[in-house]
């Protein structure tokens, strides 16, 4: 299990999942993962484009609803994860430490809360 990002930026280098930006070396590599790229957007219905399957192979994921996301994980292996919910607030990835409350996570109702102070 990967240690816990305890609310770092997604651009964080340290954040756990986070990828390198480089594209694979290999053509026939890139050929197999735009295949299953394409596939996998046919199963999901979204559509296809050579800038989404740019985005997946330098480590984003992409949004299949709420709930799910698709990713390359190891640099070769297409899967569909559990999606990271963030506070529309603050950004925080939300988990169930952090919950989502009325007016936000609790450390947006925590910092709200102080300002009253």
Known sequence: MPPPD???PKDDPERPGNRPSELPVSETQMAMLRSAIRKMCELNAVIYSDRLAVLLIRGEGIRLGTYRQMKIRNGNELVIVPAERCCPWCGVVVDACN????????RCTAAEDDEWL
């Open 99 to 106: 919950p989502v409350q009325g007016r936000g996570c609790y």
């Open 6 to 8: 305890f609310g770092r």
